[in-house]
Structure formats: structure tokens, C-alpha cells
């Protein structure tokens, strides 16, 4: 569904029944970086922006834009009936592990596109900081 500004939007409860819960995927134009106990993980000015109801905006990170040198994908998957499913990557070389505070939807089900291979960091993680200011 599209609404009206051409952004993606899936609405429902993920078993079929309409509702009020919304996804929606934002082009960002804000610079984005995300630090670890102070070492920049990435840092970007192509966010995209995830807007779900009951949860924070997420800002999905190019690839090219995040420290994946600092990253080790990990065996969690987990599976969001909006979104698809998702894979996860600890922070392992900063010399302070966070485990499974990254992950990305390789395969992102059609409304939320857009995310796809796009990096995601877990901001509420201790440790984690997400920095936004307006470009």
C-alpha cells in the first residue's frame, strides 16, 4: 500500500486481520552515526527510516556506510510477520562485545523493500549510541 506520498507502508496484524499497526519506510535525509563505547560503527547520510507502530523509528544503514570489519554475523534469525526475516551480526572488534545488537532482512517482504541488506543497530543496547542531526 502506498500513502499517497509514495512511501511503503503494510498495514494488519500479520495474520490476515486488518488493524492499526503500521510499517513504513522513509527516505532519511539526516547524517546518522552509530558508536560503540565511542568508535564510530558507521555513519551515514542515507538512512532509511522504519516506522513501526509501538516501536522507535530504526534507521537501516547502507552496507558501505558501517564498520562491517567490527561485525561477525551470528546463527540468530528471527522472523517478523511485517518485515520477513531477519539475520544478526555482534559488534566483536571494538574490544567490547555486543552481541546480536545489528541485523538486516536480506529478503524484506515486498511493503518494506527498501530495507533490504540494509544494516540496523540495536540503539537501546548498552553501549550502542545512535547520533542523528538534520543535514
Do not use: N
Not at 555513519?43 to 522504519?50: E, G, I, Q, V, Y
Not at 561485525?71 to 546480536?100: I, M, N, Q
Amino acid at each position: 500500500m502506498t500513502d499517497g506520498q509514495g512511501q511503503d507502508q503494510v498495514q494488519g496484524h500479520g495474520d490476515g486481520r486488518k488493524g492499526t499497526h503500521v510499517v513504513e519506510v522513509r527516505e532519511g535525509t539526516e547524517r546518522v552515526r552509530v558508536l560503540q563505547d565511542g568508535t564510530v560503527l558507521a555513519d551515514t547520510t542515507r538512512p532509511k527510516l522504519l516506522h513501526e507502530t509501538g516501536y522507535p523509528v530504526r534507521y537501516y544503514l547502507p552496507p558501505e556506510d558501517v564498520r562491517t570489519d567490527l561485525l561477525t554475523p551470528t546463527a540468530t534469525r528471527t522472523h517478523c510477520p511485517f518485515k520477513g526475516d531477519a539475520s544478526y551480526w555482534s559488534v566483536t572488534g571494538t574490544g567490547t562485545e555486543a552481541a546480536d545488537v545489528v541485523w538486516a532482512y536480506p529478503d524484506p517482504k515486498p511493503a518494506v523493500a527498501a530495507i533490504r541488506d540494509h544494516l540496523c543497530f540495536y540503539a537501546e543496547s548498552p553501549g550502542i549510541t545512535v547520533e542523528t542531526t538534520a543535514e
